[in-house]
């Protein structure tokens, strides 16, 4: 994925995901690898990577996929720069899609973030450490516009946890809309998706937040 935000300094963040069945598709192991460009900042560098273990839980039939997510967040953000935390955690997700016809699926989400030592500094240059949790809920539809390519809409809620120059954790929800289109384009046995879309603040929506670009490369797994 590409973000790109919609005020100049256009700030860019870039993730890499990158996902193996471990002997079956049952179980899935993956890592996702941040980095940004921070024009308004002026940092650039790696984020916090993840480490993640995904179940696909069997047997649900062919209308139905749930399949929680078990992460494990490092510290390899420079928080100086605002790229990090500072600490390890931890966080939890649960992804379900239901297919509501043979061409529209619904998807729900729900996730929370655990860091328990997130490093911050007060506004008299003291560094503190502090317990910050994020938590995570959202809904997207697909449905088809004309084949290979669909429409999606996404809207997520966040709830993020900061560090204030007092030292107390002040939390701001968010809230995003996601309208954008992906296409599917089958090479054999592999599948390439790319899709865009536009991200809206939707308690401010006069103008966008920026801009989601998205690119996957599923290939062909055998048993």
Do not use: C
Request: charge should be positive; glycine fraction near 10%; charged fraction near 15%.
């Amino acid at each position: 994925t590409l973000t790109r935000s919609a005020t100049s300094p256009r700030d860019y963040i870039y993730t890499l995901t990158q996902e193996w069945p471990f002997s079956t598709q049952t179980h899935q192991l993956s890592y996702s690898i941040p980095v940004a460009f921070m024009k308004s900042t002026s940092a650039n560098g790696l984020g916090d990577v993840m480490f993640n273990y995904r179940y696909q839980m069997p047997g649900l039939g062919p209308r139905l996929a749930i399949s929680p997510r078990l992460s494990l967040l490092t510290a390899s953000g420079n928080v100086e720069k605002g790229l990090g935390g500072g600490a390890w955690g931890t966080q939890v997700n649960l992804p379900v899609s239901v297919r509501v016809t043979p061409a529209i699926a619904a998807h729900i989400n729900a996730g929370a973030t655990f860091m328990p030592n997130v490093r911050g500094t007060l506004d008299n240059g003291t560094s503190v450490k502090r317990a910050v949790n994020t938590y995570t809920a959202g809904g997207s539809i697909i449905a088809p516009v004309t084949m290979p390519v669909n429409a999606v809409l996404e809207y997520t809620v966040n709830n993020i946890g900061e560090i204030a120059g007092d030292g107390r954790v002040v939390r701001e929800t968010q809230h995003l809309l996601n309208p954008g289109v992906r296409f599917a384009i089958n090479i054999g046995d592999t599948q390439v998706v790319p899709g865009i879309s536009v991200m809206i603040d939707a308690a401010h929506p006069g103008a966008p937040k920026g801009v989601l670009g998205y690119f996957s490369v599923e290939h062909a797994f055998r048993t």
